[in-house]
Each structure stands twice: as C-alpha cells, then as structure tokens.
C-alpha cells in the first residue's frame, strides 16, 4: 500500500510539472522541481561555468584517475547531481573514488562517491557536510566513457566466483578449525575494478558457505591461514591469477593457478595447483 501511494504521488507530481511546463518558463519550473524534491540547486556553480575541471580519483588504485574538462561531460554531471535527493545518512561502505571539482583560485568542491547504489535510503555521494542519493548514471555515463582500459567480460563473476571455487578446492584438506582470512588489498592490477557494493555481495557468499572464511579488512593477525590472491594477466575473454595460501600454523604455502577463457558463449575456468603451460 506504501509503495503504491508512493507511485501515485509521484505520478500526480509529474503531472503537475508538465501541465506548469505549458505556462511556466524554466526558472519557474526549476523552482518547482526544487519544491517537489526533484532538483536541488547545490550544484549551480557546475551549471555556472565555474568549474575549469573534475578530478576523478579511484580510492583503491591511486594511479588510476580521470581528469574531466570537457565542458559537454561536464555539464552532463550537472544534470546527474541536480537531481540528486539529500539523505540524512551516508552509507556505511567504503568510498569507491573521490570527486575533485575545482573553481578558479584554487577553490575545491571535494565529494566521496559509492559506485553501483541507486535508490537506496542511505547516501551515495557525500562531502564534509551534504550527503547525497545519486543516480548510478554516473558509473556508465561519466566514469565507464573514461576508462582507457577493457575490463574483462563478466568480471565480477569471474573474479569472484574464481576465488570461491579456488576456496573450494583448498577447503578439502585443510583443517576446518583453522580459520581463513581472504586479502584482495595486493592485486593490484585489478585493484580499479573492485567495488564495494561488489565486495558486500561476496562476503555474503562466503558467509553463506564458508564458516571458517571471511574479507580481511585491516589486520590480517588474526587469522591462521591468509590467502593472497595476484591477477597475472587479463583481456577481454582471458583471465589468469596466482591464488597463495599460507598457513601461519604450519609455515607452509599453497598456490593454485586459475585459467578462465571465454569460448562459444561461456567461461571455462580451470583451477591447478600446478603451473600449466603457457602460464
């Protein structure tokens, strides 16, 4: 009943709108747009011109950001956050990248922004005193326009799911009282790919599965057996990575080479606790 209230006063809002476009200019009906909570006017200075460039900085790669100058893109951006609806909360995962728009002398606009949310109760993008829910338009339309690199097919299921079948594997010997702490922080290769949303998805799966096995995050001294896991190569239909465990109790080490390729519509994935050829 909520829901369908809320659709219907959504509906009669639109409707409002378009009957006031028929008498109404653009300031007017900017202002009732901000009235129902469609626009907001927070972010008048991109509209503005002020903005000579944003800086697009990824939190788990330093080495990988954009700078935005195109005045097209950037006015795109405008239209993205002035729709954007104030939360009273930010959400509790990590940021993914940092936005940096700068004004002439040397004024910064500094925003922190959680890709792959849309729609959620808790904010998205936030600064040191405005919290935000905005449109995941700005993954595909801003941020994916700017990669320079091709992310493999399917990545996230690779990626992932490689690691839960290497766990798998590794699970058949080794003592289930020995708790394992998994560290992606070294792949750094792939490092500009790992999103949080998508690192909140995994951990429920191993949860769910695996009771011994968890995410480092932080410390890993607490666990008895550590697992490492280094990308070695990647194109679009080609994934390969080195997954090492070492076991703090035992002093010993276990690798398993991991060979996904794409072929007549899906992904074979071989896991090998020997080198293949060609590796």
């Known amino acids: 009943m909520l829901?369908?209230?809320?659709?219907?006063?959504?509906?009669?809002?639109?409707?409002?709108?378009?009957?006031?476009?028929?008498?109404?200019?653009?300031?007017?009906?900017?202002?009732?747009k901000v009235k129902f909570g469609l626009k907001n006017n927070d972010f008048e200075y991109i509209k503005q011109n002020k903005i000579e460039k944003?800086?697009?900085?990824?939190?788990?790669?330093?080495?990988?950001?954009?700078?935005?100058?195109d005045k097209r893109a950037i006015q795109e951006l405008y239209e993205i956050l002035s729709s954007a609806k104030e939360a009273k909360e930010k959400s509790t995962l990590k940021p993914d990248y940092v936005f940096e728009m700068h004004e002439a002398h040397d004024k910064v606009h500094k925003f922190n922004y959680i890709a792959g949310l849309d729609k959620k109760d808790a904010g998205n993008l936030y600064s040191e005193d405005k919290i935000y829910i905005v449109s995941k338009r700005i993954d595909n339309d801003i941020i994916k326009s700017f990669w320079n690199i091709r992310i493999p097919k399917d990545f996230t299921d690779i990626y992932y799911?490689?690691?839960?079948?290497?766990?798998?594997?590794?699970?058949?010997?080794?003592?289930?009282?020995k708790n394992i702490g998994i560290n992606l922080d070294e792949d750094i290769d792939i490092s500009k790919f790992i999103l949080s949303t998508d690192l909140e998805d995994f951990k429920s799966k191993l949860k769910g599965k695996y009771n011994n096995a968890s995410l480092?995050?932080?410390?890993?001294?607490?666990y008895n057996v550590v697992m490492t896991v280094k990308t070695q190569g990647y194109k679009r239909l080609l994934y390969k990575s080195i997954i090492t465990f070492y076991d703090r109790v035992d002093k010993s080490e276990t690798k398993y080479y991991v060979k996904a390729e794409y072929k007549s519509r899906s992904w074979n994935v071989e896991v090998s606790n020997s080198r293949p050829d060609g590796f």
């Open 3 to 32: 829901k369908g209230t809320r659709n219907l006063k959504k509906k009669v809002i639109l409707v409002l709108l378009a009957f006031s476009l028929c008498f109404t200019g653009c300031g007017k009906l900017d202002s009732l």
């Open 54 to 69: 944003i800086v697009i900085q990824n939190t788990r790669d330093q080495g990988y950001r954009f700078v935005v100058t």
């Open 161 to 177: 799911n490689s690691i839960l079948k290497v766990l798998n594997e590794y699970s058949k010997s080794v003592n289930k009282n």
């Open 216 to 222: 480092v995050e932080g410390d890993n001294s607490k």
